[in-house]
């Protein structure tokens, strides 16, 4: 199945699932001061966009290293995908890493594995698995989706005052149903591949 850059973005975008995390980011930051607490964000932020680029173009040659095909890497894929799905439409009670008091993030837990996490990893390893000559419409989608998460965890809490906690779960679980419906895809696609391939 072909993909092309404004679904693969949207993809993107639901798997870092910038809604679900505005209450970790919130409560993560909550006790700098409100001008190193921007700051700090932003760094988190582009230290998981240069994570999230090293794999999508160093996935590739790790997968050939491993000796994967890429039907397992589409149907580990879904089953990540689905698990995260699940997460986000019955969220599980606490499970919000919250650092010590006067501790600064760095890298764990915002950059990685908030925004940089398993899920998405695995997609941009698919995505240039699948289509390797579309590195670039990747590349775009990729910075496309981190940069609209970017601009949601930035207004992280004036959308969080906006929105509630009622409006934040709402949101969080629709995009969770969206993800169910491209996890099972994808793990379709890589199951009709292995039975067509081998």
Same mark, same amino acid.
């Given at each position: +199945?072909? @993909?092309?850059?404004?679904s693969?973005?949207?993809? &993107?975008f639901?798997?870092?699932? =910038?809604?679900?995390?505005? $209450?970790?980011?919130v ?8 001008e190193?607490?921007?700051?700090v964000?932003i760094?988190?932020?582009?230290l998981?966009?240069?994570i999230?680029m ?5 996935g ?22 689905f698990l995260?799905a ?9 499970? +919000?890493? @919250? ?7 760095? &890298?764990?837990?915002?950059?990685? =594995?908030?925004i940089a996490? $398993?899920?998405i990893?695995a ?6 698995n699948?289509q390797?000559?579309q590195?670039?419409d990747w590349?775009?989608a990729?910075?496309?989706a981190w940069?609209?998460?970017?601009a ?10 906006v ?11 629709l995009m969770?149903?969206?993800?169910v ?8 696609n ?7 391939w081998?």
């Amino acid at each position: +199945m072909a @993909v092309d850059l404004w679904s693969a973005m949207l993809t &993107l975008f639901l798997i870092m699932d =910038p809604l679900g995390n505005l $209450p970790i980011v919130v409560a993560i930051l909550k006790d700098l001061k409100p001008e190193r607490r921007r700051l700090v964000l932003i760094r988190e932020l582009v230290l998981s966009l240069i994570i999230l680029m090293l794999f999508l173009y160093g996935g590739q040659s790790f997968l050939n290293l491993l000796g994967v095909k890429e039907e397992a890497v589409s149907i580990a894929g879904g089953i990540i995908l689905f698990l995260i799905a699940i997460r986000m439409i019955f969220p599980p009670p606490g499970g +919000m890493v @919250v650092l010590k008091e006067g501790e600064e993030p760095f &890298l764990f837990p915002l950059a990685v =594995p908030m925004i940089a996490g $398993p899920s998405i990893l695995a997609a941009l390893i698919l995505l240039a698995n699948q289509q390797p000559g579309q590195m670039i419409d990747w590349t775009l989608a990729l910075f496309g989706a981190w940069l609209l998460s970017s601009a949601i965890l930035l207004f992280a809490p004036l959308l969080h005052r906006v929105l509630g906690e009622r409006g934040l779960t709402a949101m969080e679980r629709l995009m969770g149903m969206i993800l169910v419906i491209i996890a099972v895809q994808m793990l379709l696609n890589g199951i009709s591949h292995y039975f067509k391939w081998d």
